[in-house]
C-alpha cells in the first residue's frame, strides 16, 4: 500500500507546523475543529471541519446536533455517546458521520452497531489515540477491545491523534504497528487510515472541498 492518503480524524494544531508533518507523513485529510480558525497555506492537505458533542440521552443528542448545524454548519458531526443508546441513535442520525468510542464504552462496538451503520450506508467509529501518550492497562485495554471488535464485525475505524503540536502526530506505521502488536494485521489497519474516509459522507454527498 502506498503511504499516502491517509485521514487523521482529528487534529488542532496551533500552526502550520504540525499539518506540513502529517503530509509528509502521508496525511492528505485532517478533521479540525469547526471553531478553529486556521487555513493550511498549501492544497497539499485537505482540511474539513468538525463538531464534536457529548450526551447522555437521546434529547440531548437531538437538539445538540441541531444547534451545531445551525450555528457551526460543521462538514462532520461527530458524537461522543456516554450511553448505549446514543450510540445507536448516533449509529441511525443522516446527520452524524463519526461515533467517538472512549475508554470505558467499548460495549458499543457490537453487531447491533455494525448493522445500524450498514443500514445507513456511510458512518464510522472514532479511535483518539491521544490516550497512549500516557499508556495505562485502560488505555491498552481500550484499543484491544474496540480494534478488535471493529475488526470482526466489519465497522469502519477513523484514527484521531487530536494533535495539537507536531510531537503529538503518529506516523501511519506506528499505528499499524501498535495494531499489529493487538492482533490487527498491519494492513488492515492502513485499510482504515485510508478508506475509512469514504464512509463518512453518503454517496454524492460530499462536499465540493473535500
Same mark, same amino acid.
Given at each position: ?18 499539518? &506540513? ?9 485532517? +478533521? ?74 467499548? $460495549? /458499543?462496538?457490537?453487531? =447491533?452497531?455494525?448493522?445500524? +451503520? ?17 499508556? =495505562?492497562?485502560?488505555?491498552? $485495554? ?11 464485525? =466489519?465497522?469502519? /475505524?477513523?484514527? =484521531? ?16 504497528? /501498535?495494531?499489529?502488536?493487538?492482533? /490487527? ?8 487510515? &485510508?478508506? &475509512? ?14
Amino acid at each position: 500500500m502506498s503511504l499516502r492518503g491517509f485521514l487523521d480524524g482529528c487534529v488542532k494544531p496551533s500552526d502550520q507546523e504540525t499539518l &506540513s508533518l502529517l503530509y509528509r507523513m502521508g496525511y492528505t485529510r485532517v +478533521l479540525i475543529p469547526a471553531g478553529l480558525n486556521l487555513e493550511y497555506r498549501k492544497a497539499s492537505i485537505k482540511i474539513l471541519r468538525r463538531s464534536t458533542i457529548k450526551a447522555r440521552t437521546r434529547k440531548s443528542a437531538r437538539s445538540q446536533i441541531e444547534e451545531t448545524l445551525r450555528k457551526d454548519k460543521p462538514d462532520i458531526i461527530a458524537v461522543e455517546p456516554e450511553t448505549v443508546d446514543v450510540a445507536r441513535y448516533a449509529a441511525t442520525h443522516k446527520k452524524v458521520s463519526l461515533i467517538r468510542v472512549t475508554p470505558g464504552m467499548e $460495549r /458499543i462496538v457490537d453487531e =447491533s452497531t455494525a448493522i445500524l +451503520l450498514r443500514q445507513k450506508g456511510y458512518g464510522a467509529l472514532e479511535v483518539t489515540l491521544n490516550y497512549m501518550l500516557e499508556p =495505562s492497562y485502560r488505555a491498552w $485495554r481500550y484499543l484491544y477491545f474496540t480494534l478488535r471488535r471493529a475488526a470482526g464485525y =466489519s465497522i469502519p /475505524i477513523v484514527f =484521531s491523534s487530536c494533535a495539537r503540536t507536531p510531537s503529538m502526530a503518529w506516523h501511519p506505521y506506528h499505528i499499524a504497528g /501498535i495494531g499489529s502488536i493487538l492482533g /490487527i494485521p498491519p494492513e488492515k489497519v492502513l485499510a482504515w487510515l &485510508s478508506n &475509512s474516509y469514504q464512509r463518512l459522507f453518503p454517496e454524492g454527498d460530499r462536499p465540493e472541498h473535500a
